[in-house]
């Protein structure tokens, strides 16, 4: 257990569905992430909140939206999505500080399969 | 782009040291090396980070070289559940931006075996 759950663990979806995922991180911290992990491929960020603003959006389609409606909680909706955006899909949480950055917390990620 | 290079796989015996190696030879002055590793099907777990000094914790030590161009991970008595792929990420600690987000290269395959 890491501090940081999500919602569905599978999730198996057709292209023309609207669904989202879910990220609760229970240790305080002021910045969550989304990563995407595809198969045999290195993770790759896609959004960065702080403090509920969002900091970056890595060239994300807009098929993915984000949502962060408060510090503890993340929420990824997918529409029309494609086969090709199957994959697994992590959150992390951190405490950032004008000290510097410190280690990330992942979730056990969502499994996507887009049919 | 990850700016380090690691070897895409390592055997180890269960209960025997496992070194994973990392090279980050673009390392500037104010970048730390972090490792992470990510077991099957989870998410990536923090291991350890170091700026210029060795350091270890509870779960494994981190050597630097004094150069910086390269640092060893080593787990001290593998087991079986050490068996994931490890990260070697180079990070910039101060606050800046992107500049401190975790870039994940391939990593590095540990089996760890009996």
């Known amino acids: 257990e890491t501090g940081v759950t999500q919602t569905p663990r599978h999730l198996v979806m057709g292209m023309t569905n609207k669904k989202s995922l879910k990220c609760e991180q229970h240790l305080g911290h002021n910045a969550m992430y989304w990563y995407k992990q595809s198969a045999k491929k290195p993770l790759e960020l896609m959004f960065v909140y702080n403090f509920k603003e969002q900091t970056e959006n890595n060239s994300v389609p807009s098929r993915f939206s984000p949502e962060c409606p408060n510090s503890s909680h993340l929420f990824l909706h997918l529409h029309t999505l494609q086969p090709e955006d199957s994959a697994l899909y992590l959150c992390?949480?951190?405490?950032?500080?004008?000290?510097?950055?410190?280690?990330?917390?992942f979730g056990p990620g969502t499994r996507l399969t887009v049919l | 782009d990850a700016k380090t290079t690691q070897p895409p796989s390592m055997d180890c015996a269960e209960g025997r040291a496992a070194n994973l190696p990392c090279n980050h030879s673009t390392i500037s002055g104010n970048e730390y090396v972090y490792w992470y590793r990510q077991i099957h099907s989870q998410g990536p777990q923090y291991i350890i980070h170091g700026l210029k000094n060795n350091e270890t914790n509870e779960m494994a030590s981190l050597i630097i070289t004094e150069d910086r161009k390269s640092s060893t991970l080593i787990l001290p008595h593998a087991t079986l559940r050490d068996t994931a792929v490890y990260y070697c990420?180079?990070?910039?600690?101060?606050?800046?931006?992107?500049?401190?987000?975790?870039?994940f290269g391939k990593g590095t395959k540990l089996s760890v075996k009996p």
């Open positions: 990420i180079v990070r910039l600690l101060n606050y800046g931006g992107s500049q401190g987000n975790l870039i």
């Open positions: 992390a949480s951190s405490q950032e500080t004008s000290g510097g950055y410190n280690e990330q917390f």
